[in-house]
């Protein structure tokens, strides 16, 4: 199995850092062929703007979607993204590892997705969910969080950790991405060591990367989140009146 890991977090050494090392361990030992988009180690640039297209369709105001086909159209895609999409292309596997931030993805992770997922080429009006490009791939998140496990339910301060996933997984789902359950790790304070005791942080990091490792032996295994497609929708995109799972007062 070919694996894509992409790492978000500008340090290296941090929990974040140790699942992901844990990660191309556990891959390698399981022979698996492996690529890391490391986003800030690369310096890959998260913002979309005109100045990523030399030569543009609409000159005088910037279409980012009319932009991003012209380019993948003609090749002439930037450099860093055109990488990136031959990492997708060639990955069975995809694993997002970040930390949770403002109930979300980080900044640089978000705007990955919005450089890489080029309309047109990557994503369209008609090749999207299960009709998507990346159908077939797998895709999974590894989040780490400050809070602990219960301040993610359903009546906790965070917020069920199910919902704030849910744009991240619809994001993955739309790409045509088979998306696995996430790996999540509560309890991740300051990052590190700033605010627990040392013996504390590396009982829990032993733990984390422990379940970790494996889980990823099973991930070939594990059935994926379900979804519904295009013949369950009517023409405005609702699930139709005789879906199972349509509500009915």
């Not at 891959?27 to 698996?32: C, N, T, V």
């Not at 690529?35 to 310096?43: A, C, F, K, M, P």
């Not at 403002?102 to 705007?111: N, Q, R, V």
């Amino acid at each position: 199995m070919n694996v894509l890991i992409v790492f978000c977090h500008p340090e290296p050494h941090s929990f974040n850092g140790a699942l992901k090392d844990v990660a191309v361990k556990t891959l390698q030992r399981q022979s698996h062929s492996l690529e890391i988009s490391d986003l800030y180690l690369e310096g890959f640039d998260p913002v979309e703007g005109p100045a990523h297209y030399a030569t543009r369709v609409t000159p005088d105001t910037f279409l980012p979607l009319t932009e991003q086909r012209h380019a993948f159209n003609e090749d002439v895609l930037p450099n860093d993204v055109q990488r990136e999409i031959a990492r997708i292309e060639r990955a069975d596997l995809i694993i997002l590892q970040f930390p949770l931030w403002w109930h979300g993805l980080p900044a640089m992770l978000k705007g990955w997705f919005d450089r890489v997922m080029v309309y047109g080429g990557l994503y369209s009006g008609s090749m999207r969910y299960d009709r998507g490009r990346l159908a077939g791939k797998r895709a999974i998140c590894s989040v780490t969080t400050g809070s602990p496990a219960a301040a993610f339910t359903r009546h906790g301060r965070g917020g069920d950790m199910a919902t704030l996933m849910w744009p991240i997984h619809c994001s993955l789902y739309y790409l045509g991405l088979e998306v696995l359950a996430p790996q999540v790790v509560y309890g991740v304070q300051g990052g590190g060591l700033s605010y627990q005791a040392e013996g504390e942080f590396r009982e829990h990091l032993e733990s984390a990367k422990a379940s970790w490792a494996q889980r990823l032996s099973t991930l070939e295994e594990t059935p994926t989140i379900p979804f519904s497609g295009w013949q369950d929708w009517d023409e405005n995109g609702v699930l139709k009146e005789e879906h199972p799972l349509r509500w009915r007062p």
